[in-house]
């Protein structure tokens, strides 16, 4: 059973921090990793990616140079490490799990059920 489950939300101020982290279990093979979001009334969008060894990363224009994620394949974790932290950041925040395939991340194909980040 493929399972994939974020913790670490919350609320924070702006120009806060916090740290997700997402547990991936069932599952082998070489993958990509990921965060999504989803404000209300909008749509969802990619926040970042890593390759499966972890060389590769891609950001969404809006948090390059304040996110940062990283994952840790001996225990099948993901985290995305969150700083000055903006109110339109707020959002569900959803682990994902894509194909590697030719040197990319493909789109994600398993989702977990989502943590909640508020910035006020």
């Known amino acids: 059973h493929v399972q994939l489950v974020e913790s670490g939300g919350g609320s924070v101020q702006a120009g806060g921090s916090l740290r997700l982290s997402c547990a991936a279990s069932g599952y082998t093979g070489s993958y990509c990793m990921g965060w999504y979001r989803q404000a209300p009334g909008k749509e969802r969008e990619g926040v970042a990616r890593m390759s499966p060894g972890g060389s590769l990363t891609y950001y969404a224009d809006s948090v390059k140079g304040r996110f940062t994620i990283s994952r840790d394949n001996n225990n099948q974790m993901a985290y995305l490490q969150m700083n000055s932290l903006k109110p339109e950041d707020t959002g569900v925040y959803y682990c994902?799990?894509?194909?590697?395939?030719?040197?990319?991340?493909?789109?994600?194909?398993?989702w977990g059920q989502g943590t909640q980040v508020t910035v006020s």
């Open positions: 994902t799990i894509g194909d590697w395939d030719a040197g990319s991340c493909d789109a994600a194909f398993l």
